[in-house]
């Protein structure tokens, strides 16, 4: 049974940092999409970044140039580096992980990790 686990999360004051992770357990192949989700209260989940296989990586306008995605050396692992938050960007954050690329945004999902930006 596949498993994503997230960690990383807390709470920061603006401008801060912070790096989350993901990891998955009880996988056989390696996924080739990884991309991170978050939710605010009363607002829908949204993309914030993502690699795929053979794909740019993406990242919403709104984090560009702040967050960065990254896999991990260790099979089926991912990174969420943060910089320079705002508290707009206060959310829990999900993994979310596919075997196949168009996937994204199915498949596998962690429990999400809170995230809070104090003003």
């Known amino acids: 049974q596949v498993q994503l686990v997230e960690s990383g999360g807390g709470l920061v004051q603006a401008g801060g940092s912070l790096r989350l992770s993901c990891a998955a357990s009880?996988?056989?192949?390696?996924?080739?999409?990884m991309g991170w989700y978050r939710q605010a209260p009363g607002k829908q989940r949204e993309l914030v970044a993502a690699?795929?296989?053979?794909?740019?990586?993406y990242y919403a306008d709104s984090v560009v140039g702040r967050f960065t995605i990254s896999r991990g050396d260790a099979r089926n692992t991912a990174y969420l580096q943060m910089n320079s938050l705002k508290p707009e960007d206060t959310a829990v954050y999900y993994c979310?992980?596919?075997?196949?690329?168009?996937?994204?945004?199915?498949?596998?999902w962690g429990q999400g990790t809170q995230v809070t930006v104090s003003s």
């Open positions: 979310n992980a596919a075997y196949q690329r168009d996937r994204l945004g199915q498949d596998y």
């Open positions: 009880g996988t056989i192949l390696r996924f080739n999409a």
């Open positions: 690699i795929r296989s053979g794909l740019s990586i």
